[in-house]
């Protein structure tokens, strides 16, 4: 069956425009994350989505930065006034676990590219 | 946070074995996963560990030391494909469900 996809796989901007990515989980899974993974370093989680309960936001960097997620399905991590220092890949990963679980295998997409220029 | 530490490259040659080391700081420790990521291409996963021990995958094996914090990653009979960035992530207990720390990575270049 299909992964998880992100587009678009590469985004060039100019500082302070906005950009959408998008991410489509793996049909059925109800937990889908948000990372970035900047050059040499490792991924940080930014948001978590769980069915409908209230995302975990709490690793947003900062009040640019916003993601939503219709329906349960597909999500969009929204970054308004970019900075080059958004530059990093944006990765989206989802998983099939719900609660009661800590093995909880992450499924990641190829990412998203963004370069702020 | 958490501080996961492992080292940044390391180098073998095909039909070696190589040993990827971790140790983590946390509290409430609650699962370690390894994650292979080739160069542009998304992590996927390779192990998970929650009770100390040794759990075997073929030619990958994945170690835990919860008294330790630690773990290794034991990859044998290399190959080339092998050459890639092997990523060590901690779950810990009262952490949203799932959430992940990851270490920065350790690239393994597999030479013939």
């Known amino acids: 069956g299909a992964g998880v996809s992100q587009s678009p796989s590469n985004k060039v901007t100019e500082k302070g425009k906005d950009v959408e990515l998008r991410c489509d989980p793996i049909?059925?899974?109800?937990?889908l994350y948000w990372y970035r993974q900047s050059l040499g370093q490792g991924l940080e989680f930014l948001i978590y989505?769980?069915?409908?309960?209230?995302?975990?936001k709490s690793g947003l960097p900062s009040d640019r930065f916003s993601a939503e997620r219709t329906g349960g399905s597909v999500s969009t991590l929204t970054i308004q006034r970019t900075q080059q220092e958004d530059s990093a890949v944006y990765l989206c990963?989802?998983?099939?676990?719900?609660?009661?679980?800590?093995?909880?295998?992450?499924?990641f997409g190829p990412g998203t590219r963004l370069t702020v220029l | 946070g958490q501080n996961i530490d492992q080292p940044t490259e390391m180098t073998a040659t095909e039909g070696a074995i190589v040993q990827i080391n971790c140790t983590y700081q946390?509290?409430?420790?609650?699962?370690l996963f390894w994650y292979q990521q080739h160069a542009g291409e998304a992590p996927t996963f390779l192990s998970y560990?929650?009770?100390?021990g040794l759990e075997e995958k073929g030619r990958f094996s994945s170690f835990l030391s919860r008294s330790k914090g630690y773990s290794y990653l034991l990859l044998k009979e290399l190959q080339m494909k092998d050459s890639a960035s092997y990523l060590c992530?901690?779950?810990?207990?009262?952490?949203?469900?799932?959430?992940?720390?990851f270490g920065r990575g350790t690239q393994l270049t597999v030479w013939p």
């Open positions: 990963a989802s998983s099939p676990r719900t609660s009661g679980s800590s093995y909880n295998e992450q499924f």
């Open positions: 049909s059925g899974h109800t937990a």
């Open positions: 989505f769980q069915g409908n309960s209230a995302p975990d």
């Open positions: 946390t509290s409430g420790f609650n699962g």
């Open positions: 560990n929650v009770l100390d």
């Open positions: 992530a901690v779950n810990h207990r009262g952490s949203t469900l799932g959430r992940l720390y």
